[in-house]
């Protein structure tokens, strides 16, 4: 049975919620029951999912497509009741349209769930990628002033040491594990926020949340660690635990999780 004095956090991406739904998600969520649950790269309209991915029992929905069909997209599914949720919120068409960012107020902490951009195989979108992460970070930071707890979550697209990826010497100009980008993270870190797993597994290489879908590429292990759960500092007296789920099928990314005293 479910602890009522913790809540458990999910942040998935799901390649395409459709396909994941036929990969078993449903059966994922009735077994697994996060209490909140973020998506990422859900590549779908809500209208043109079935009911047990539009409308799961026992939680509420809320979703925030792309403009352009097909792309992006991020959606919240919770069994806890918030007092607000936002869809995109940073105030900029140019990164609201793209379906990237959900916030909502639990009132003990505000969540930002996000799909972070991709900066291209021709690094083209990687001044909007570093653009978007730091509107996400002034937007907290402004919520942190007001006396907010943050929770920042999701497919943040960046390794940031060489512990988090397999293969750091080969990808040093590749977009998510460029220093600009590595930067921006860094950046994140000395605002205070926590990268909860990594904090509790300062040592521990292998842990990858992301893995081509080239043959046999998961079964080796050769990844990227680039979901990831940051909090505020003040957060960290709340952590029961943080972990990364790579047994789950469904997606070339896994689920990630973490667990908080209410």
């Known amino acids: 049975m479910p602890d009522p004095s913790t809540v458990r956090l999910y942040s998935w991406n799901v390649n395409g919620l459709r396909a994941c739904g036929r990969k078993g998600f449903g059966e994922w969520l009735a077994t697994e029951r996060p209490d909140v649950l973020g998506l990422q790269e859900t590549r779908a309209l ?7 991915l539009h409308q799961p029992e026992g939680y509420r929905t809320w979703f925030h497509p792309a403009e ?5 997209g991020v959606a919240l599914f919770s069994l806890l009741e918030p007092a607000a949720v936002t869809l995109g919120g940073l105030g900029e068409d140019r990164f609201d349209s793209e379906g990237r960012l959900i916030i ?14 991709n900066g291209g195989a021709d690094l083209g979108r990687v001044p909007y990628k570093l653009e978007f992460s730091e509107a996400v970070l002034q937007h907290a930071e402004a919520q942190r002033a007001a006396g907010r ?13 060489e512990i988090d990826l397999a293969n750091p010497a080969s990808n040093r100009k590749n977009t998510g594990f460029l220093p600009e980008e590595r930067a921006w993270i860094s950046r994140l870190l000395d605002h205070g926020y926590i990268d909860v797993f990594r904090h509790r597994n300062p ?10 879908n080239r043959p046999g590429v998961r079964e080796r292990n050769v ?14 007296d709340r952590v029961i635990d943080a972990r ?4 789950v099928p469904g997606s070339d990314h896994c689920p990630i999780s973490l667990e908080l005293v209410r």
Do not use: M
């Open 223 to 236: 990844g990227w660690r680039i979901d990831v759960f940051y909090i505020s500092p003040d957060l960290l």
């Open 149 to 161: 707890s943050i929770v920042i979550c999701g497919d943040i697209n960046t390794a940031h040491a």
């Open 104 to 117: 909502a107020d639990y009132g003990s902490f505000l969540l930002y769930t996000g799909y972070f951009p």
């Open 244 to 247: 990364i789920h790579p047994e």
């Open 203 to 212: 040592e521990l290489a292998g842990a990858y949340t992301w893995w081509s």
């Open 46 to 52: 809500p209208e043109q999912l079935e009911s047990e």
């Open 68 to 72: 352009k069909k097909g792309y992006s």
